[in-house]
């Protein structure tokens, strides 16, 4: 009767192991670097590891769960290559099987990266056709959920278990960023891609970052009770990922700070970016170089001067107007300011449909940033030298232009006073058009632009909400295949 007590009692033990509501079958593990699981409870057993190679080799592990806690187990995986499969027994009835091993990337931001798959131009097509990837694109989404205080072990609520693009009924409900950069990734590198989707509409990025990044920006507090709160997202689904080996970060965020705390910007969201880094790769095998891509924000209203975008988007860069740079190294971005979309509602008008450019403009500048591919442009051609002579400013930029006559505007803003006063308040009425017959391309690299006012001043470009109303026909572009944009910019004149 005492060893019948003895076994049934060891049973129930195991059974009442359980893994973090983030591993499922399917899922993606981080390529060449030792990855963490872990669950609750109290194993006191071994969990066997089984892969295959891509080569066909197989591997069998044995491994020995350490008890970080009283409630909670851990085990650290050998670094495995791209393509290796895995099943991990974690108990006789707790399967941890088809881990694939690939790049994965945490994607995160307010309702931009939202979006999902089944709310952008083309949806349909786009769906079916990803099913043609199968199991090399796979994706989660964690559940919006926001904590008051940080705890790391806290077991996150999850949307979507792990999937793969052939699931199509699940994909409808991915983040389309996330996803569609994930595909037109691994189109060039052939590398297995696991996409994490964790992110909340009308969020800011007070939020999503931890007290001790809030802390170096002297952000005044503000500790109620809801999504937006200091720190609670950060609490609630990024913090619960630290220990998460990762390739990298993905984000799509700004509207929200447009018109909270939007002359901090330029200090939380890099500090936010360090910080991040910083705490993943103290707890895991991700880089403390992680790269991290954003999308510059899109556009909203067609007419209004409101200077909460283009602001925003400066500062989203450092006030440097283009990543990565030497406060942002290893950071690289996609500018979309060519997707205004008409339509009322959702999705539509400040959540464009046109996902696809701003996903393929960011795959373009992660290739080169993320995965050292030069033959990629890191961004849209920016000026090198900016120089006024007389009645002319002469712009020449670092690649090849292209200066299109026939777009909606010439791009150019001046303001007689300093960048900063230019932009001070809430209304850009101090930029004021310089006509489009003013501006002339003067060779592959040179603009000239007239400008009779007194010197001095200020001169932006595109600093506008909404700059163009046009697909496609922003006033400059990269004059090759890839055709990315000039992103916005702002100089002070001499």
């Not at 072990?153 to 960023?177: C, F, G, I, R, T």
């Not at 509409?201 to 999503?208: D, I, K, L, Q």
């Not at 929200?256 to 969201?269: I, V, W």
């Not at 997707?339 to 999705?347: E, L, N, R, S, V």
Request: proline residues 5%.
């Amino acid at each position: 009767l005492l060893l019948f007590g003895f076994v049934l009692a060891t049973c129930n033990g195991q059974d009442a192991v359980t893994l973090n509501n983030y591993f499922s079958s399917g899922m993606v593990l981080q390529r060449d670097v030792a990855n963490k699981i872990w669950g609750y409870g109290v194993h006191d057993g071994v969990i066997e590891a089984e892969c295959v190679l891509k080569n066909g080799v197989k591997t069998e592990n044995v491994l020995k769960p350490v008890q970080v806690s009283a409630d909670v187990w851990e085990i650290n995986t050998s670094p495995m290559a791209a393509f290796t499969k895995c099943r991990f027994t974690i108990t006789e009835n707790l399967i941890l099987d088809d881990v694939l091993y690939g790049d994965v990337w945490i994607c995160s931001g307010q309702s931009n990266m939202e979006q999902n798959m089944g709310n952008i131009e083309n949806s349909t097509d786009e769906i079916s056709s990803a099913a043609s990837y199968g199991s090399v694109l796979r994706f989660a989404t964690v559940a919006n959920q926001y904590l008051l205080t940080p705890n790391a072990d806290h077991n996150p609520e999850m949307q979507l278990s792990w999937s793969d693009a052939s699931d199509s009924a699940a994909l409808k409900y991915m983040s389309a960023v996330c996803f569609l950069y994930g595909k037109y990734v691994y189109d060039v590198i052939g590398v297995p891609m696991g996409l994490v989707s964790s992110d909340w509409g009308g969020t800011r990025v007070e939020a999503w970052s931890s007290q001790e990044a809030l802390q170096t920006c002297d952000v005044p507090d503000n500790d109620v009770d809801d999504p937006n709160a200091d720190s609670v997202l950060w609490n609630g689904m990024i913090n619960p990922l630290l220990r998460l080996s990762v390739k990298g970060f993905l984000w799509y965020q700004g509207e929200a700070n447009g018109g909270y705390n939007r002359d901090l910007y330029n200090c939380t969201f890099p500090a936010m970016i360090n910080d991040w880094r910083s705490k993943f790769s103290e707890n895991s095998g991700t880089s403390e170089m992680a790269p991290f891509g954003f999308v510059q924000l899109s556009t909203w209203r067609p007419d209004t001067l409101d200077l909460g975008f283009p602001v925003i988007r400066w500062h989203q860069t450092a006030d440097l107007g283009v990543v990565p740079n030497f406060l942002m190294q290893n950071v690289f971005m996609s500018s979309p300011l060519d997707t205004f979309d008409p339509k009322d509602g959702y999705p539509g008008n400040i959540h464009p449909r046109y996902k696809q450019i701003a996903a393929l403009r960011l795959a373009y500048a992660g290739l080169n940033v993320a995965y050292d591919d030069k033959s990629y442009p890191a961004g849209g051609p920016f000026p090198e030298v900016v120089s006024r002579d007389g009645g002319m400013v002469m712009i020449t930029f670092d690649a090849d232009i292209e200066y299109l006559e026939e777009a909606e505007i010439s791009g150019f803003f001046y303001c007689s006073e300093t960048v900063d006063k230019c932009d001070e308040g809430s209304q850009g009425t101090k930029w004021m058009d310089v006509a489009k017959g003013k501006v002339q391309q003067v060779d592959e690299r040179t603009l000239a632009i007239e400008l009779t006012e007194t010197p001095g001043g200020s001169l932006a470009y595109i600093w506008r909400e909404s700059p163009v109303k046009e697909l496609y026909k922003l006033p400059i572009y990269s004059a090759d295949v890839f055709r990315m944009p000039t992103p916005p910019f702002k100089h002070q004149l001499d």
